[in-house]
């Protein structure tokens, strides 16, 4: 039997998304097709809205019928180019945006059941207003959506306490390659029949089947939440207070974020109307968030009794604890503000790796030399998620070297950095991906048996090999 042609796919996919939903004007399309750091733009055969998942379902099954590509797309915050199509003008990209409800709330059982396109943000204010906490928290959470965040499995700031996407799902809607929906929303925690599907969809970036729903989890709205920021001396001080106030708080300890005094002075230089809370320059610096049920005075006493301790044993240089909502704010704005005066300060080479947390010191002393004796001058850009082992490990050129020449070295930079994450046993994906960016990356670093376990996957979701072709593998 003949394909069917273009045209009478998109005559398909306008009969069930409705004209105005079906955008082929190359304009209009532009956003679509373009990677959020603007280093890649794809083409595409068109940009198709559905409102619902039967919606999602159809077009899936016409563009499985006419054999072309299908590239799922919430927020378009990534940044592995995992949710653009290639340069061929082939794929159909699609929107979830439209799948934006919030179709439950159930607090008796912590769990609210809600729409691939539903903004995170959205889903946080939805859980405040029913007195709970939905605890994902990232920077783009004003425009990602939890089907990107499922597909990605995002991370953020406080996996520490309550882990990545992965743990806060407990099930999903899915349509997969053949345009069949798997109903699996149910909101269990314990369900042992057979193979866990779920866990297939969520970070698989949209190559083996469309997110189209979610059961999250929901946690109780905490009574107190404190944040400090501690002046250190180096990533080993930092790793040595993240254990002691792990054994000081318990649960309570929410999040621990490392940055180095480069990454404050950018912020600094970029945005000079922020606070700067200590009047001297420390190598090291560490944002501690706690958060807890009981009274203001106890979260007080955990967190001041912790820092004491580390101060009085030389295992800290300084603290500044926040001691309004505002000023704990303020605190936090360093450390968001970070990849924004990054990116006003020019381009550099950027790395989401993951790390066992007793061994990032180490990378870092070892990463910094190699990074020195190769580019000498080179800028480290070090900051991150220490308390789950996830560093941005980012590196700036030289001073007196622009930007884009350092960007030339990109590749062995990347060689360097990478072959020592895996030498430490760490990862080269912490929280954004594999997408285009590192597909090669991971072909290299997996080994034969994973990547050929991927392939068998994916062979048997998508034996087509339509859904988001040339991501991750």
């Known amino acids: 039997m003949a394909e069917p042609c273009p045209d009478a796919l998109l005559a398909r996919c306008r009969a069930i998304a409705g004209d105005a939903h079906v955008i082929t004007d190359e304009a ?118 939890i089907g990107g965040n499922l597909s990605t499995n995002a991370g953020g700031t406080a996996v520490l306490r309550y882990g990545n996407t992965r743990e806060l799902c407990l099930g999903l809607e899915v349509v997969n390659a053949q345009g069949e929906v798997w109903d699996g929303l149910r909101g269990l925690r314990k369900d ?87 009047a001297d320059r420390h190598p090291q610096y560490a944002l501690v968030e706690l958060s807890s049920n009981e009274s203001d005075e106890h979260a007080h006493g955990l967190l001041e009794s912790g820092i004491g301790e580390a101060l009085e044993a030389g295992a800290a240089r300084d603290a500044v604890v926040a001691t309004s909502h505002k000023q704990a704010l303020d605190l936090w704005r360093l450390r968001e503000h970070i990849p924004l005066a990054q990116a006003a300060a020019g381009k550099n080479i950027k790395h989401d790796i993951s790390l066992a947390v007793s061994r990032i010191p180490d990378f870092i002393a070892r990463a910094d030399a190699a990074l020195q004796a190769a580019f000498p001058g080179c800028q480290p850009v070090t900051f991150g998620h220490l308390g789950d082992g996830n560093l941005h490990y980012n590196v700036a050129p030289p001073a007196r070297q622009s930007h884009a020449a350092f960007l030339e070295n990109q590749a062995l930079v990347n060689r360097i950095v990478h072959d020592l994450v895996v030498d430490s046993g760490g990862s080269i994906s912490a929280e954004h991906g594999i997408g285009m960016l590192k597909r090669e990356e991971l072909a290299r670093y997996k080994s034969p048996v994973e990547l050929g376990m991927m392939r068998a996957i994916k062979a048997a979701l998508d034996p087509l090999g339509i859904m988001n072709p040339g991501k991750i593998l």
């Open 28 to 145: 209009a399309m532009a956003p679509f097709m373009a990677d959020w750091r603007g280093r890649y733009n794809g083409r595409g055969l068109a940009v198709v809205l559905p409102s619902d998942t039967a919606q999602v379902a159809a077009i899936v099954a016409a563009c499985a019928a006419a054999r072309v590509p299908i590239v799922p797309q919430g927020g378009r915050t990534g940044l592995v180019m995992g949710s653009v199509p290639d340069s061929s003008g082939r794929a159909i990209v699609l929107s979830l945006r439209r799948l934006n409800r919030i179709r439950a709330i159930d607090p008796l059982n912590r769990t609210m059941t809600v729409e691939a396109g539903c903004i995170l943000a959205d889903v946080q204010a939805a859980a405040s207003e029913a007195g709970m906490l939905y605890p994902l928290s990232l920077a783009a959470e004003g425009s990602c959506t």
């Open 192 to 278: 042992n029949t057979g193979y866990a599907l779920r866990e297939l969809f969520i970070g698989a970036e949209g190559t083996l089947g469309v997110i189209t729903a979610a059961v999250l989890k929901l946690y109780p709205a905490p009574r107190a939440a404190l944040t400090a920021l501690v002046a250190l001396d180096s990533p080993r001080q930092a790793v040595d207070l993240l254990g002691l106030l792990q054994a000081r708080c318990g649960a309570a300890l929410t999040g621990f974020e490392l940055m180095s005094a480069f990454c404050l002075d950018l912020v600094a230089t970029q945005f000079p109307d922020l606070p700067r809370p200590f």
